[in-house]
């Protein structure tokens, strides 16, 4: 089992910045991909940005290409989420994810067994 726990989000204006953080407990961190994906009210859970378990590769949608960066800390089991120049469409719930087996990378949202429980970003115009 892997139990993943998020922290970070807030209310904010829109062009202001937050990061996001991840800590994983329960596997070997290190040998896991992780992801973020956001969830808006009445929409589909959606995929933000993915990093391998090396840190060494990145995926983005392209929403946030430019303004977002996944990175993560092998040594404090945590992955963040630099989100700057936020947007009200960026309002949302976010969660931190992981799949079910190591050095492994699906975006797909069905490949991805380990869900945080989720933190809320919410940006004002």
């Known amino acids: 089992q892997v139990q993943l726990v998020e922290s970070g989000g807030g209310l904010v204006q829109a062009g202001d910045s937050l990061r996001l953080s991840c800590v994983a407990s329960g596997r070997t961190f290190s040998n896991y991909a992780l992801a973020w994906f956001r969830q808006a009210p009445g929409k589909e859970r959606e995929f933000v940005a993915a990093i391998n378990w090396v840190g060494g590769s990145t995926s983005y949608v392209n929403s946030v290409k430019g303004r977002f960066t996944i990175s993560r800390d092998n040594a404090k089991n945590t992955v963040y989420l630099q989100m700057n120049s936020l947007k009200p469409e960026d309002t949302a719930v976010y969660f931190c994810?992981?799949?079910?087996?190591?050095?492994?990378?699906?975006?797909?949202?069905?490949?991805?067994?380990?869900w945080g429980q989720g933190t809320q970003v919410t940006v004002s115009s």
């Open positions: 994810a992981a799949p079910g087996r190591p050095f492994y990378l699906d975006l797909r949202r069905n490949q991805f067994d380990y």
